[in-house]
């Protein structure tokens, strides 16, 4: 680890004098990308992140939204929230890029581990997780390591802290392979009345320390993942990389609950990037005030641990909490019961943010508690805490605006075509990743992974809670500005599927370099694109993540803007995505070209149509009024005629219809449409959903005037998919599409 020499000469005019060692150490962690966003920060004031529905937006451990009004509404405004029980939900997403692909197990587990922790932080209990996860090629044996490796880890700890993993993606892309993307996001629950923020409140307060032991795992890495990917990183790096253990963390999640319970937490703060020193000098910086720590009160798990050790390790499962001086005892008597460390490390100020160091009282071998103050004592950071969390100067960047490809489309065999983009591992069934999940845990589960998005039944608000999370990178690499506005429209399109509408979102944005122009204008792009779609949904962007300098030495990732989007809907019954083999099916939104410019007019960019057959084309035109199609498919979903709906997006609507298909329902379907028939059954336009239903004409009547409605077919018993397109007919019983869409299972198992 080291201070650049433009911002130690900036630390050494604010404190005066050279830094410790421990001061440039937590400053150069601090500012790093990861923790200060010096690149994307001045990128992020695109999005908005306030509604009636927002009560905690950017900037804590994890955003706060109301879904149930309390018997005193109090939206947007927490401080009077104390008495009001309506219901909230938390919502985060992390990043845990290069930890994972240098230790694919423990960096995937210990990100599962963090995003919990920063919903426990806000005193919010942990209901459902959505990873999207993104690798190299498939047929690359590398890849297919880092992806068990990952899922195993995300399981072994998910499904040990008993919190669902419902939601997600995995795809697989050529410019993943030196630097895989291991995105998490959490959801949590709580009543107004539990609410927490990170804000340290008032001087003379103590701080806690409660969970494992610090040991030396995890040093500098909020500076590691602040830099590119080097071809030894996975023997090089690896003791940047955390180790969990998801069975303190259980204890910690239960032991948090009965914190709250007992209102004996003031703040709290996770303990993640840039350990010890991280959290507890942000929590008193955004209460404008300062902190007196001694480092050797920490409990540690390793011996002669000196004081950058002690402050910026990684140790997994650890929380600092404010606790008010007659609470401490009742802190410590919790995690005697969970079988918990604890620590009272300092106490909160408002002078400045100043950590002591005792070497000889931390050498001796009596508890941590019984140590006394030998004479030794040095001040090791002195430095005042908002300088350290904000006083990063940001990047100013040069950025080329990316252009699109021009339309160059091979012929291809339909037949072939077909059995391609069904078959390929990122249109195929990801059931050999989500059954190593515990999906049911909880009981809240009414719709599983495997469908559009997952539904939750929030029985506390009467209300389902639906979550869909992903990105493409195929439609950001074709077209980073609308290939993000696509990713926005498709999650919200999913949540529609099931009968909900957008509530909220959290993005984890992920790129490349930065300081490479070309890189930094994807990045800009997805940014824009994310924050314009989310505006014209009404979804706002509340919290999330930025992961830059995800580069390697066989080049940059996409541009990817991950996001998770959260909606809601009245009761927790939806459709399912597979047909009931009796209604008739509609395609709303359009099929194959619109616009009616005929060859003109692209449809097939970012398509996996051209991943598998090759050739380009510029990124279809999305609607002009999505907040509108997408409020009349949820309208739709929830309609008692409706049978099932299915989003149609990534493979386009041949992949759809395939995956609405089973053993005992199939359907007949032909389509006709402006266009080839490529474009027909493959563009990936989104915003587009298939409909079966008993009455189409509520549909029309529903769609009337929002977007175009066709008729393609009806579904029957026959287990099987007839689809004609023009002069030619494709039919494969449900037995041939499973076996075409199981190539993770049948490569893997």
Request: include cysteine; glycine fraction near 12%.
């Amino acid at each position: 680890m080291s201070l650049s020499e433009s911002d130690r000469e900036l630390v050494v005019a604010e404190l005066g004098r050279e830094p410790t060692p421990a001061e440039a150490a937590l400053f150069e962690n601090l500012w790093s990308e990861h923790c200060a966003y010096r690149s994307s920060r001045p990128l992020l004031s695109a999005f908005d992140s306030t509604g009636e529905q927002v009560v905690v937006g950017p900037g804590d451990d994890a955003a706060v939204v109301e879904v149930a009004d309390g018997d005193e509404s109090s939206q947007g405004d927490a401080s009077s929230s104390s008495q009001s029980d309506a219901t909230y939900i938390t919502m985060g997403v992390e990043s845990h890029n290069h930890p994972s692909f240098v230790d694919p197990y423990d960096g995937a587990a210990t990100g599962v581990g963090g995003i919990v922790r920063d919903t426990l932080s806000m005193g919010a209990y942990p209901i459902a997780l959505a990873d999207s996860l993104y690798f190299g090629d498939f047929d690359r044996e590398h890849s297919r390591y880092l992806l068990e490796g990952v899922v195993e880890g995300i399981s072994d700890y998910g499904n040990s802290i008993g919190v669902p993993t419902v939601a997600g993606s995995t795809v697989f892309h050529d410019d993943y392979e030196g630097n895989p993307l291991v995105n998490v996001a959490c959801v949590g629950l709580l009543d107004a009345d539990r609410l927490v923020t990170a804000d340290a409140k008032e001087p003379g307060n103590k701080l806690v320390l409660v969970g494992n032991a610090t040991g030396r795992d995890g040093l500098g890495g909020a500076s590691f993942a602040s830099e590119d990917l080097s071809e030894d990183a996975e023997t090089e790096d690896r003791p940047a990389v955390q180790v969990g253990d998801p069975y303190t963390e259980k204890l910690l999640v239960e032991a948090n609950e009965a914190l709250i319970d007992r209102d004996l937490v003031e703040a709290a703060r996770d303990l993640g990037a840039a350990g010890l020193g991280g959290a507890t000098s942000e929590m008193v910086a955004k209460g404008g005030l300062g902190a007196e720590i001694e480092l050797e009160r920490v409990h540690q798990r390793e011996p002669n641990m000196n004081a950058l050790e002690i402050l910026l390790a990684e140790s997994q499962e650890r929380m600092a909490y404010e606790v008010r001086p007659e609470n401490v005892e009742a802190v410590e008597q919790v995690a005697e019961k969970y079988d918990l460390g604890c620590s009272v490390i300092g106490e909160v100020t408002d002078g400045n943010y100043v950590c002591t160091f005792d070497s000889e009282a931390n050498a001796s071998e009596k508890p941590t508690e019984e140590r006394g103050d030998s004479g030794s004592r040095e001040t090791v950071v002195d430095a005042d805490a908002e300088f350290l969390g904000d006083g990063a100067p940001m990047n100013d960047l040069d950025s080329v605006e990316p252009t699109q490809p021009e339309r160059n489309l091979p012929d291809a065999d339909l037949r072939e075509a077909f059995e391609a983009v069904i078959g390929s591992p990122n249109t195929a069934s990801k059931r050999w990743v989500y059954r190593q999940y515990d999906h049911e845990v909880q009981v809240r589960t009414a719709t599983g992974p495997g469908d559009d998005a997952a539904v939750l039944a929030l029985r506390e608000a009467e209300k389902g809670l639906a979550i869909s999370s992903g990105a493409d990178p195929n439609w950001t690499t074709a077209a980073p500005y609308d290939g993000a506005r696509a990713v926005a429209l498709e999650n919200a399109t999913n949540l529609a599927a099931k009968g909900a509408t957008p509530l909220a979102a959290v993005d984890c944005l992920n790129g490349g370099n930065p300081e490479k122009p070309e890189v930094y204008g994807g990045f800009k792009g997805i940014v824009d694109g994310l924050a314009d779609m989310c505006r014209e949904l009404d979804a706002p962007v509340v919290g999330g993540n930025v992961s830059l300098y995800n580069d390697s030495p066989s080049g940059p990732i996409p541009p990817t803007p991950t996001l998770a989007m959260t909606g809601t809907k009245e009761g927790y019954d939806a459709p399912p995505a597979a047909v009931s083999g009796e209604g008739t099916l509609l395609v709303v939104g359009g099929i194959g070209i619109t616009g009616g410019s005929g060859h003109d007019e692209s449809a097939l960019g970012g398509s996996e149509y051209l991943a598998q057959i090759g050739g380009s084309d510029r990124f279809p035109r999305l609607p002009e009024n999505p907040g509108e199609v997408v409020e009349a498919l949820a309208a739709v979903a929830d309609q008692s005629a409706t049978r099932a709906v299915h989003d149609v997006s990534h493979g386009g609507l041949a992949v759809a219809l395939a995956e609405m298909v089973t053993g005992e329902a199939g359907l007949t379907a032909e389509i006709e449409g402006e266009g080839t028939q490529a474009e027909l059954l493959f563009t990936e336009r989104p915003g587009r959903a298939v409909v079966e239903t008993t009455d189409p004409d509520s549909v029309r009547e529903r769609f009337a005037g929002v977007a175009p409605v066709a008729d393609i077919g009806r579904a029957d018993d026959s287990g099987a998919l007839d689809l004609t397109v023009g002069e030619e007919t494709l039919t494969y019983d449900a037995a041939e599409i499973a076996e075409l869409r199981d190539v993770l299972a049948r490569e893997l198992d």
